[in-house]
C-alpha cells in the first residue's frame, strides 16, 4: 500500500474511525485502525465488536493495500504532523512509513488478515431524517439512558415505527424521555433497541445543516449512513419495559413556568443538596414554586413565578433528575404536570406535542 | 455584617481569595474565606498559612462586621447567582443569608474571629514591575521549578538583585531557567527564594496591560501588591544551589534554528519516545539537525534546517524537557548552543541577552 493524502483528510478519517476503538479490547489488533487503499481513496475501518465506524477519505492511491495501525499513536502523529502532503507507505513486514517533507516515522502495526470481517450492511428497512434535527432528538432521549450494563435494555434507546411514525424512548427506570418524529418513509412496524453507546456516538458525528443521516435496521444490526462514514451496531436484545403504563395520561397540577427560571434555581439548590441526597422540595402554590433545599452546609428558598392550573402541591424530586430533564427539554417555556406527591411529574415544551420527559418523585416523611 | 454588591465584583473577589484555600488544610476553618465589611468595601482574606490572598471589592455596607463562609460553596454559590444586586447578611449564629431577588440561600459558616491573623504587610525593599511584563518573565521560568516538597530549595525561584538588576532563577537540578530583568529602582543587594506556587498564583492573577505590580520583601516574606489585591507569602529557608557554575561560558558548538520548527519535530518525536524514557537523539550536522527516536512502538527520522557555528556533534536529550525548554523562551529563533554530548545544551533567543534555559543531556551508549 502506498498513498498520499492531504493532513486535514488523514485527520478526519482517523479522528472519526477511531472512535470505536475501545480502550479496553481483549484483542489486540483492535486497538487498531485498519487501513485499506484501492479505487482512489482510503478507508478507514474500526470496531471494538459491538460498533463498527468506517470512513472514506479521498487520496492519491499509488499501490493498493492494507495494514492496521495503532489508534492511538496514529491519532497523536497525524494531528501533529505539519500541513504537508503526507505519505504513507507499507513496508514487507507489518510496519507503516508516513512521510513528510525530509522526515518520516515508521510505525508498528499488524496484518490487515488479522482484523476481523467488517459486518456486511445489510438493512432491509431504510429511513432518512435530516442530521440536525436527528442529533437535536437524541440530546432530548440520551440523557434518561442508564450506565448500568448489568441491565442492557435499559442502557439503549427503543426505536419504534407505527402508524407512519417514529418513536425513541430511554428510561433508566428513574426518569423516562420519549420524542415521536414524523416520517413519509413507508417503513413496515418496527420495535428495536439501539445502545446508546452507538447513539452517543452518532450524535458526536452528525449535525451538518443541510445533510441527511440513513437509517437502515436489519435483525440484529442497525447502519446509520452519513456522507462517507458508516456507522454499524448491534442491537439489545430482550423486552424493552411497557413505558406506556408510567405516563400518566391526566394532571391534577400543572404549571407553566420558564425554563431558565427553574432551572437555574434548581441548579442552585443542587449545589446545598448534593451533600446529602440532593433531594429538593418544589412547593407549588397559586402563583409561584417555592423550591427548598436543607442540609448541613445550609439552606436555600428559592422563588419561581408560574401559572398554576389545577391543586396546589408539595412534591419533592432528586434535584440532578430535575436538571437534567430541563436541560435536555430545549423549550423556552414548558408544563411541569403532576397528579399527587408520589405519581411521576412530567415536563413537556410549551407547544409541543412531540417530547416529553418524566421524572419519578422522592418520598419523603 | 450587612452588605449589598454586585453579582460581577462578588464572583471575582471570590474567585481571587480563592486561590489561597487548599484542598487539605487541617483547620476547618481554613477551608473558609473571612469577608470583613467596613469603609464602604468588602475585604476577603483566605490563606493556607504559606501564602496568603487578600482582595477588596466595592459595595454598599449597611452594617459593619465579619465572617468566615466555606470557600468551596460560596464560589459555587455566586457564580450561579442571577444577575441582580446580592444582600449579604450574617445572623446571631454564624450564618450568613445571601439574598437576591425573591430568593435567599442561608450558608452555615465560621466567627471570623477563629480565622488567623493575616501576616502584617511589612517590606523593608521595594519595587515595581509592569504586570504583563512580569506575567512572561514568570512563564518563561517557573517550568523549571521542581515539584519534589523534599528539596524544598528547588521549589522556589530565587530573586537575586545586585548591580542595578533583578535575576531570576529556577533549577530542577535537570534543567534551568534564567532571567536578568532592569530595574531602576533604588534597593539594597537582595537574596531571596519565592515559592513557585506562590509565583503561579501571582501569574494568574496578573496580567493587566498598563498597570503595575509591587514587590515588597521582609526578611521572612514578599508581598506582591496589585490594584485591589495582595498575594503574601512566607519565603523559602535554605541556600540556592551555585547556578552559575553550572552554565558553561562558551560553546563548541552553535546552531541558530526556528523555535517552531525544532520545537514540532521535538514534540512528534516524544510522541514515539514516551513509551520508552523520552530519550530523543540530536545528529547536529552542517545544515541540519537530524532528529531520531527508536521504540518499540516505531521510529521517527526529523530533520531541522539548521546554521551551524562550530563542529557537529551527536547528543541526547530528554524530550520533554527540550520541549517545556523550547516553549518557555518566546523567541522566534533560538541558539542551541552545546559544548560537549555530557554538557549541557543552552536555549537562548536570538537577540535577547537576557533570557537562557538550559537541559542536561542524556548519557547514551
Known sequence: ?????????????????????SAKNPLPVLSGILLT???NRLELQATDLEMGIQCI?????????SI?????YLGEIVRRLPDAPIQIETTQSTNAVISYGQSEITINGFQAEEFPSFPNPQGKNSLALPEEELKEYLRQILFATSPDENRPVFTGVLMEIFDGQIRFVA?????????????????SDINVIIPGKTLNELARVIGAADKEVTISLGDKQV??????????????EGQFPNYRQVIPQGYKTRVRVKTKDILEAVERASLLA????????????????VISANTEVGKIHEEVPVYLQGEPMQIAFNALYLIDALRANGSENIYLDMS??????????VGGEDYLSLVLPVRTI
Chains 1, 2 share one sequence.
Open 1 to 21: 500500500m502506498k498513498i498520499i493524502c492531504t493532513r486535514q483528510n488523514l485527520i478526519q478519517g482517523v479522528s472519526t474511525a477511531q472512535r470505536a476503538v
Open 37 to 39: 487503499a484501492r479505487d
Open 57 to 65: 477519505i479521498p487520496c492519491n492511491v499509488q499501490e493498493e493495500g
Open 68 to 72: 492496521v495501525l495503532p489508534a492511538k
Open 171 to 187: 428510561t433508566d427506570t428513574h426518569r423516562l424521555a420519549l420524542r415521536d418524529v414524523k416520517t413519509t418513509a413507508e417503513v
Open 223 to 236: 447502519i446509520f449512513g452519513m456522507e462517507d462514514t458508516l456507522l454499524i451496531s448491534r442491537l439489545i
Open 274 to 289: 448534593r451533600v446529602g441526597t440532593q433531594i429538593i422540595r418544589l412547593n407549588i402554590e397559586e402563583e409561584k414554586i
Open 340 to 349: 399527587g406527591p408520589l405519581s411521576p411529574g412530567i415536563l413537556r415544551p
